[in-house]
């Protein structure tokens, strides 16, 4: 199982961005898919997660500015990031629990990176 993040880029403050991430390989079962991220010089942190049915769970932090939505049919989830600011600069994660043909597993994706001008 793999999980491809893209989307990432450089853009101004209050402009917005997409994030996507696919997984993709050996699945039979998708369950919770979430973003984290990495600001420089800190600690991953959970933005938002999503489960198989739709509920979501936002950070306070981007609440308001970010949505998390996801395509089962495509075994993709999404981050909608407006009137980006920043402090959102960091590196994105995609992570997701995904069963294969035997077992749950977490995956991550490659990160990519979100850079906010001011």
């Known amino acids: 199982v793999q999980l491809q993040a893209s989307g990432g880029g450089l853009v101004q403050a209050g402009r917005s961005l997409r994030l996507s991430c696919t997984a993709s390989?050996?699945?039979?079962?998708?369950?919770?898919m979430g973003w984290y991220r990495q600001p420089p010089g800190k600690q991953r942190e959970l933005v938002a997660n999503?489960?198989?049915?739709?509920?979501?769970d936002i950070a306070a932090s981007v609440k308001g500015r970010f949505t998390i939505s996801r395509d089962n049919a495509k075994n993709t989830v999404y981050l909608q990031m407006n009137s980006l600011k920043p402090e959102d600069t960091a590196v994105y994660y995609c992570?997701?629990?995904?069963?294969?043909?035997?077992?749950?597993?977490?995956?991550w994706g490659q990160g990519t990176q979100v850079t906010v001008s001011s």
């Open positions: 992570k997701a629990f995904v069963r294969d043909d035997s077992r749950w597993g977490e995956y």
């Open positions: 999503i489960n198989y049915v739709g509920t979501t």
């Open positions: 390989g050996t699945i039979s079962s998708l369950s919770v």
